[in-house]
């Protein structure tokens, strides 16, 4: 199940991207060009402002020349210089090293993490007991979201526990066992995980042939820890 899902997570990821670049791109002519003095050594963000022509120059002791065009404000430079100085990226993705440990943080936690349990866009998951690729990314609670430091808009991967696998989702054991169609695990009903509930799951363990039941999040836990 979920083939659907992956179709919607490049069409959302394509989107984010565009917005991305829409928030630097200008047109029109530059109106005034002022000099600033950047904090840190060049990176992604300042490689990416001057490819779209807002910064024309660096020079050796880091000054450079900021074109402001006729629709941006110099207060928006600015802020996008401030972050620049504390090497914001454009997007953030930050994979746990210890999933099963991290997994515990994000169910006691009342907040969203700027950490995920795994890559958004896994293929596979071989350091996990089961095979969860990036279809499952609504299932495992990853999701992509938008959020502003300094007055600047950056786009980051974020894990919840509001876990949601569903009934006929398909589980398998590895790579192997997928290319072999043999799955391990098939969902007959659940319940989504909120924040004052753990949610439910009835499913198949098609490798013992028994009907088992479990909570989300310990579904989740069995995923990774087996």
Known sequence: GRKIHINELEKNTAKATDELKAYYEFTGKAREIKQYKLIDERDDILDALIGLG??????KDKTVNV????????NRIERILEVYGERLPLFIHRPSLNPSEFLSEVINSK???EQVL??????????????????FNDALDIKLLM????????YVWTQGANFAFDAGDVIYRDNASYEN???????????????SYPGEIRYMDLESGEEKMKTQTDFV???ICG
């Open 111 to 113: 907040r969203r993490s």
């Open 54 to 59: 807002i910064i024309e120059a660096v020079e």
């Open 221 to 223: 836990r069995m995923l």
């Open 181 to 195: 169609g043999k799955p391990a695990l098939q969902v007959i009903s659940a319940i989504g995980a909120n924040e």
């Open 147 to 154: 959020r502003t430091k300094n007055y600047v808009e950056y």
């Open 118 to 135: 795994r890559a958004y866009d896994a293929i596979d998951t071989p350091e996990w007991a089961y095979r969860v690729p990036r279809c």
């Open 67 to 74: 074109r402001l065009p006729e629709d941006m404000t110099l």
